[in-house]
């Protein structure tokens, strides 16, 4: 089983500020098959990027994802204030798909 | 627009079983894989089983093997998750997500429901 560890686990930083969210695979993800989410409170996940690096449908600009090895990084260039939420990545690569603990976003 | 819509959850004692069923509409149900992902009260996500478009194939976590069972009805845009011999920490929210693909169950999820709560109790 492929683990996903993200850190940090809290970022506190202020509206406007740029956010760096890591995920480190504890092995190789095949085909680089992961995904970041967004959640916030009583709602469901949303898919944000897949692939690593690909945008899904209507997502800003402001979210990027990249990859170096088995390090996964999520970047928000800008945060606005819909933005302070949790962050999951989560690997479909191999079974089982797992999912990281999550990096929340909160305010500063 | 694509809409997801779980039902079934509700109170149940340790050793009992639950039927969640999820319906969908805004996209054709019968060529995507579905899956069950669940969330424990504050905590993450955790991926519980997966079924491909024609239900030929199921997949599971090894924590609910052999008590879950899923199963789709891709004529009613139905998917279904069978729980037996449930335990507490099988409480949780429960999310039917849908696959980017068809086949197979590896696959990021792009559509979520809101989820139905289960929880497991005497």
């Known amino acids: 089983e492929i683990v996903l560890t993200q850190s940090p686990g809290t970022l506190s930083l202020s509206p406007g500020e740029r956010a760096t969210l890591s995920c480190r695979a504890s092995q190789s993800v095949s085909s680089n098959f992961l995904a970041w989410y967004q959640q916030k409170p009583g709602q469901a996940p949303r898919l944000l990027i897949y692939?690593?690096?690909s945008r899904a449908t209507g997502i800003s600009d402001r979210f990027s994802g990249s990859v170096s090895g088995t390090d996964f990084t999520l970047t928000i260039s800008r945060l606005e204030p819909e933005d302070f939420a949790v962050y999951y990545c989560h690997q479909y690569g191999s079974s089982p798909l797992t999912f990281g603990g999550g990096t929340k976003v909160e305010i500063k | 627009e694509v809409q997801l819509l779980e039902s079934g959850g509700g109170l149940v004692q340790p050793g009992g079983s639950l039927r969640l069923s999820c319906t969908v509409s805004?996209?054709?149900?019968?060529?995507?894989?579905m899956s069950w992902v669940r969330q424990a009260p504050g905590k993450g996500l955790e991926w519980v089983s997966a079924i491909g478009d024609s239900g030929g194939r199921t997949y599971y976590a090894d924590s609910v093997r052999g008590r879950f069972s899923i199963s789709r009805d891709n004529s009613k845009n139905t998917l279904h998750l069978q729980m037996n011999s449930l335990r507490a920490d099988d409480t949780a929210v429960y999310f039917c997500?849908?696959?980017?693909?068809?086949?197979?169950?590896?696959?990021?999820?792009?559509?979520w429901g809101q989820g139905t709560l289960v929880t497991v109790s005497s």
């Open positions: 997500a849908k696959g980017a693909y068809g086949s197979g169950h590896s696959s990021y999820f792009d559509y």
């Open positions: 692939g690593a690096s």
């Open positions: 805004g996209f054709t149900f019968s060529t995507y894989a």
